[in-house]
């Protein structure tokens, strides 16, 4: 009696080959694109950079913006506030 192996019901044997060829294959893709991407990683090292420098620059607009905005915001509440003085019934 044939041992089974796998979901697909194959024999050891060729589940075994399919197994290693599979790995063969995805070995050589990972170690392409890793050749590939290390080439190029100064370039993305310097876009990195330049992308941190603008990032800091936005978040640091955003944060004043939100100052201002809080500053009238508040400025504007107070003056529509009524004042104690106009509390009071005459």
Do not use: K
């Given at each position: 009696m044939a041992e089974w192996s796998g979901v697909m019901r194959i024999s050891r044997t060729k589940f075994l080959v399919a197994d290693g060829l599979s790995a063969i294959i995805?070995?050589?893709?990972?170690?392409?694109?890793?050749?590939?991407?290390?080439?190029?990683?100064?370039?993305?090292k310097s876009d990195i950079t330049r992308t941190d420098y603008i990032l800091i620059l936005v978040i640091i607009m955003l944060v004043a913006g939100w100052i201002v905005l809080r500053y009238f915001r508040d400025r504007r509440k107070l003056k529509e506030r009524p004042r104690a003085n106009q509390l009071m019934i005459k």
């Open positions: 995805t070995i050589f893709i990972n170690l392409g694109i890793g050749y590939l991407g290390g080439n190029s990683l100064m370039v993305l």
